[in-house]
């Protein structure tokens, strides 16, 4: 199988969608960097602000992720773990944040499934998604207004900055999931690559990786492995 064609830039390309198989009956949708958005125009407000540096973090978190090279001195240290961070998180909601600019969605699936059966995969997950985001906003809002108590420690307001990072978040999740949920059109691509990959994750670890590997070479998808990782790794508590 070839690997997709990045479609051209516009709101009206497709998002380029992947149906990754995690396990028996587990399924976890997926999509790498695309950038085919247009840069968002100059706004006013206090909250379109907030979002427009949130934006330009997420961009240059996400230029940063292929950037191996270990900074020199302790400030830029400790930028470069922080922004790590944020790359961690731009890649648990990239799709979410994707679909809010998008109409229309491509999506490859195993193809020892029958699209219905994909769609309902997909819709499950963007409702749960949408419940998930919203109680969460509402819990880091408080916290957000709660941090205004350290308004009077000296420097940054670091407890601020990460409750608002994380209501900006949860508020394009929750658009992307409706997006996707009720507006985006999709389609179907059926691929035996996804197929494969399901019994390549039940592999022992040494062997995964390697079938991993090649799979997503095939597909052309320069993250799987990295996505599929994370995803395997158990988890204490729900992802917020």
């Not at 599929?228 to 204490?236: C, E, N, Q, T, Y």
Request: aromatic letters at 10%; a neutral charge.
């Amino acid at each position: 199988m070839d690997p997709v064609s990045p479609p051209a830039p516009g709101r009206d390309a497709p998002l380029l969608v992947f149906l990754v198989p995690l396990g028996p009956g587990r399924h976890e949708a997926y999509c790498e960097p695309q950038h085919t958005g247009p840069e968002e125009a100059p706004v006013r407000g206090w909250f379109a602000g907030l979002r427009q540096r949130f934006s330009a973090m997420l961009k240059a978190a996400e230029e940063g992720e292929d950037d191996g090279a270990e900074p020199a001195g302790l400030f830029a240290r400790v930028q470069a773990r922080m922004m790590a961070w944020v790359a961690e998180r731009v890649a648990e909601q990239r799709l979410l944040w994707n679909l809010r600019s998008h109409d229309a969605a491509l999506l490859t699936h195993p193809d020892d499934l029958p699209f219905d059966a994909v769609m309902e995969i997909v819709q499950q997950s963007l409702r749960a998604d949408y419940r998930r985001h919203a109680r969460w906003l509402v819990v880091d809002t408080l916290l957000f207004i709660a941090s205004g108590v350290f308004f009077f420690v000296p420097g940054p307001n670091l407890v601020a900055y990460y409750f608002a990072f994380r209501v900006v978040g949860h508020w394009l999740s929750m658009r992307g999931a409706a997006q996707g949920r009720d507006r985006t059109a999709w389609s179907g691509r059926p691929s035996p690559a996804l197929t494969a990959l399901r019994a390549a994750v039940a592999r022992p670890p040494h062997e995964r990786d390697r079938a991993v590997e090649a799979i997503a070479q095939e597909l052309g998808l320069q993250r799987l492995g990295t996505f599929i990782d994370r995803m395997l790794v158990p988890k204490a508590t729900p992802s917020a």
